[in-house]
């Protein structure tokens, strides 16, 4: 349920904050935690679904049309190449540009009908290049990985792709956690770790308990199996569908607040819980607002594709990006489009071959 004005939970008015107890300051610090987080992830969620449909509508097409502009650069550039009119040291820079133009085409686009002009450029083919590529790419990955998680990789491990690599050390991490737990489990536990796991123990039922309170106070009101009035039981299954919801995810403040909603409690009851039930609701909103900070960053990395942001930090920020991204690709399109017209012309297509370097294979981004 997203929260009204008449639902925000908090115990007593500002001007009775200088009386609160530590335990009813922590009650509203948290709730108010808890409510800002649930309106950043509605938020959030909204431009999600927003950028998504942009994406399809707007980029996508636009990505379609600049790789169909650049597979019609190397077209024309592998013309070029076989006209005869260009000198040795000037078709090795075509050849290099054809290669390099279309291995991204083909691995990252997924234009295959270009395998015949990469196979034309290069003796050992497109699948080749790019299993050596992946190769690569797994080693520099092996390496990484190894120095980030402490993983030694077999030698003779067979990891031809990053995702090969993926499967072995996700398998390795979890024959680590799998030995880490048979260790723990077979070492003798002492007086005070017993004692600790009793306390954990005891304080999880409290709280399971604290929660369950209040979820069966408002099931007592609003179940309708013994209902009569149609209407009413209609109304009360209603009810019970988000009681529910809320006990199924733990939400405490979520039952706190269809108990105000319904009333069930008041401000008064708020204001007289006890400091020990208060010390369990607190570490049931501490765990829910843990809950719900993962769950904006997760979310927030789910996004951060679509921004220059390693984490995007704000929904408009998400607009301004996609924004960015149709000009940008409606101006390379244009630039592509001029670019093909003009190297229609040999001369000016000789002009522009003097300036251009060979470089390294995969690190050509001209285009």
Known sequence: MTPTPQHIIQIGSAKDKAHLSKS???FNRLTRKIEALEK??????????????????????????YHRQRASLVHLLDRAYE????????????????LNLTFNLISEHG??????????????????????????????MKQMYGAMFGVEFDEDADIRSPEELEDQLRQKLEEQQRQADEQRAQRPKSQKQREREAKKQLEERNITKAVRTVYMDLVKAFHPDREPDEAEKERKTEIMHRITEAYEKSDLLALLRLQLEFNRID????????????????????????????????????????????LVDSPAHLEYGLKADVQELKRAIKNLKSDLAAFQNRGVLKQWLKSYRIQKADDFNEF
Do not use: C
């Open 24 to 26: 009813q300051k922590e």
């Open 40 to 65: 950043a992830l509605t938020e959030y969620r909204a431009a999600s679904t927003r950028i998504h449909q942009r994406v399809q509508t707007e980029l996508l097409p636009l990505q379609t049309e």
């Open 83 to 98: 006209s005869g009119d260009f000198k040795a040291n000037e078709r090795k820079k075509l050849a290099d540009i054809i």
């Open 111 to 140: 234009l295959d009908d270009l395998k015949p002009i990469y196979d034309k450029y290069d003796p050992d083919g497109f699948d080749a290049a790019n299993a050596e590529a992946d190769g690569l790419t797994a080693e520099v």
């Open 267 to 310: 401000q008064d009851h708020l204001e007289a819980l006890a400091e020990e039930q208060l010390k369990y609701y607190n570490k049931i909103l501490k765990q829910q607002t843990q809950e719900l900070e993962e769950q904006l960053y997760d979310l927030q990395s789910q996004l951060s594709p679509m921004s220059s942001k390693a």
